[in-house]
């Protein structure tokens, strides 16, 4: 009796391809190898099975598309392939903890192998141990790509070396940041507004009604000319963080910040004054803070929740309450009269702009000459601290000669003198007394504007936020705590 005819084993190939890895080949030859191996072993490649992410890392599976569109079509009941083929296990995976999970899905669950054409695998336990170990030295490889990688990334940074997309005001021309005349134009406008006195959500919708848009082809918002103000491109100089993005992270003590050669789109002077009103502006407005304009009182955004810290806000007809507990996210609803509110926040001001006891409340510092507070002093010198440890390494690996070390060590050191001083100095000033006498006359300013029938209420907002740095209320024990800031 004849043997019954062997069926086609039927395969699907997935091709991977990084940007960081040179010992990779490309998809095409990838693609080639595996149709010699299939019809080499007598699988049928299907045509619209092959599956191909091109300069995608293989550290995370749910960044890859083509990755996940193949688990979905194999986890299918009719799913017309039973082996998956690989140029190398390293292009299913670099993490070994993924790659387990989703072999053992495929083999376990979905009955599909996974095949690496060239690195064949005997049977039995020795197979999976050997796999494994190769599981290992992938992720192992990966590891210390990225750590190359960023290691030559930093050296780069410290050199002022372009390593980013252009940012809004520039083009990229050989390697290099060249002003772009329209937009450098308005970052100029941008910057003169904000010192002006014009707020970040006003010029955001001064370029968007003018029909601007960012880069990436976005509206403005506050926080797009936020990032602008911040940034040190505008003054000739390149930020890198190899932790990753900085987003609003303008002060971590991991950035790097170096003099590179493009062409300042701002003087100095007109940086300074910005980073100054930057620094008054946030510490008035909290995160998220709404225009004075669109404001129901002057103490709408001030006071807080004692259970939860969310803003209380304002509830119709002449009520505020816990904003988390409109949202079913808080258990205390705070609920209180608009006018009852006010005037417990006024009778605590009147007192406390008239005792000559103890400080009996929280201080949060300002330094106005700096533009900045204590926090931001301590951060800028552990950033010092921190470049002089890596300008030791750059120097240990022979990126610097001895000459530039000791040139940028004692530019650190001075830096670093200066911002000792300003906190010595800070300190100084900060006794008790002077502390009293500076806070009594700003909460007595305050409560004048608060009591004015010609001010505004955006002005009376105001005037309220740059005193108070936080206000809690808490309706069950009916006590109000208050945190002042202190402008030296």
């Not at 750590?147 to 002022?160: D, F, H, I, L, T």
Request: proline share 3%; with cysteine.
């Amino acid at each position: 009796m004849p043997a019954a005819p062997t069926l086609p084993r039927f395969g699907a190939a997935y091709i991977r391809v990084s940007t960081d890895d040179q010992a990779e080949l490309s998809p095409d030859t990838q693609l080639a190898e595996i149709r010699k191996y299939a019809q080499r072993e007598g699988i049928v490649l299907l045509q619209d099975q092959i599956y191909i992410d091109s300069g995608i890392s293989g550290k995370k599976a749910e960044r890859r598309p083509e990755f996940m569109r193949m688990i979905a079509a194999a986890k299918e009941k009719d799913c017309p392939f039973s082996v998956i083929l690989l140029w190398k296990y390293s292009r299913f995976a670099r993490n070994q903890e993924e790659s387990i999970f989703y072999k053992s899905i495929l083999r376990s669950k979905c009955g599909i192998d996974v095949v690496s054409i060239t690195e064949p695998l005997i049977a039995g336990p020795f197979g999976s141990l050997i796999e494994r170990i190769i599981e290992w030295m992938d992720e192992f490889y990966s590891i210390r790509l990225s750590q190359e990688v960023k290691r030559s990334m930093s050296v780069n940074a410290q050199r002022g070396k372009l390593q980013c997309t252009a940012s809004f005001g520039y083009r990229i021309e050989d390697g290099r940041l060249v002003p772009e005349p329209e937009e450098a134009a308005l970052i100029r406008r941008i910057f003169d507004s904000f010192i002006a006195g014009k707020g970040l959500y006003p010029i955001a919708r001064e370029l968007n009604d003018l029909g601007i848009r960012t880069h990436r082809g976005n509206q403005f918002e506050n926080r797009t000319v936020e990032y602008i103000l911040r940034n040190p491109v505008y003054i000739g100089k390149l930020r890198w963080n190899p932790a990753g993005r900085t987003r609003r992270d303008f002060f971590n003590e991991n950035i790097i910040i170096a003099d590179s050669d493009h062409e300042p789109l701002v003087s100095q002077e007109t940086w300074d004054a910005a980073q100054r009103r930057l620094d008054e502006v946030k510490a008035q407005w909290g995160y998220k803070a709404r225009p004075t304009t669109d404001l129901k009182s002057w103490l709408s955004g001030l006071v807080r929740c004692s259970a939860c810290g969310a803003t209380l806000i304002f509830s119709k007809p002449h009520f505020y309450k816990c904003n988390n507990y409109a949202r079913g996210r808080c258990t205390h609803s705070q609920h209180v009269r608009a006018d009852l509110l006010e005037d417990a926040i006024l009778a605590r001001l009147e007192a406390d702009a008239r005792t000559s006891g103890q400080l009996g409340y929280e201080i949060t510092y300002t330094n106005q000459s700096g533009g900045g507070d204590l926090a931001r002093l301590e951060a800028t010198l552990r950033q010092l601290q921190n470049k002089k440890i890596r300008l030791q390494d750059a120097y240990l690996s022979g990126v610097l000669d001895l000459d530039a070390f000791a040139s940028a060590k004692r530019d650190l050191d001075q830096s670093e003198a200066g911002i000792q001083q300003e906190l010595e100095d800070f300190h100084a000033r900060t006794d008790d007394a002077a502390i009293r006498r500076k806070l009594q006359a700003a909460i007595s300013a305050t409560l004048e504007t608060l009591r004015s029938a010609e001010a505004t209420l955006e002005q009376k907002n105001s005037a309220a936020r740059s005193v108070i740095e936080t206000c809690t209320f808490d309706k069950a024990a009916s006590t109000l705590s208050v945190t002042y800031r202190v402008i030296f």
